[in-house]
Structure formats: C-alpha cells, structure tokens
C-alpha cells in the first residue's frame, strides 16, 4: 500500500458501494474489524478502509506505513488485508470458506459464504502482529 490516510468520511466512500454484497459485507467488516482493533475506521486512499497503522521495515530497506488491518471493497471481491505472509499456511484459510489469496491479501467473494470467526481470527491474530502492545 503506497498511499496514506485521508480526510473523506468512511460513510462517503462506502455510500459509494453500489454492488448489494459488497455494501454489505462491507458494513459486516466495518463492525468487525471495529471490534477486533478498538480502532476507528478512517480512509487509506481512495477506496481501503483502515484501522490502526504499523510501520514496516523489508530487508530490501524499503520502508512505510499501512493500516493494521484493512478492507476494500472491490468490483470482483472484497479485499482484506493481513500482514504480508501472515496467514500463508495457516490452518484457519482451511476453515474459512470461499476464497482466494495473495500477498498479505484475502479475497472473498460473498461474507455469507465464510466462517466469520475464522475470518476474526484471522484480523486479530493479523492485527495483532503488528500493532503496538495495549498501554497498561
């Protein structure tokens, strides 16, 4: 993700969502993913709904910021991004249901058609790979 926060209201943009599934799975995510992080949502870009934000380090020195968790609601599949290889092999993608993967990527076609305890399992163990440690 190479681009950052910005001012418009989450509400704007997914009152741009005119795809019924995606609309829905989106206000779906929104409430989960509020829940997993305590984070208010906010907009990365023009189209990624963030909470939290980390700062990465690769070994090519490349470096920036990205949302802890995120989702996007995309033409052919809502996006949910996790840590780049967090859940490569992880034994939940086997129980969640329908979907498919990339790079730090999650793509589901249709919420209704997955586990959505798995897929919380999946944010929080994200999430919480990279965000700051509660304040005590």
Request: net charge negative; hydrophobic share 40%.
């Amino acid at each position: 993700m190479t681009t950052g926060p910005t001012d418009v209201p989450v509400e704007v943009f997914l009152d741009s969502v005119t795809h019924r599934v995606r609309r829905r799975d989106a206000d779906t995510l929104l409430e989960l993913m509020g829940r997993v992080t305590g984070e208010e949502p906010y907009m990365w870009g023009p189209s990624i709904v963030g909470f939290g934000e980390y700062h990465y380090v690769y070994e090519s020195g490349r470096e920036g910021d990205a949302p802890a968790a995120a989702f996007s609601p995309r033409k052919a599949a809502t996006t949910i991004y996790l840590v780049p290889g967090f859940a490569a092999g992880s034994e939940l993608l086997e129980r969640l249901g329908p979907h498919t993967t990339g790079v730090g990527c999650l793509y589901v076609k249709d919420l209704a058609q997955v586990d959505l305890a798995v897929l919380e399992a999946l944010v929080r163990e994200s999430y919480e790979a990279v965000a700051p440690p509660p304040v005590e």
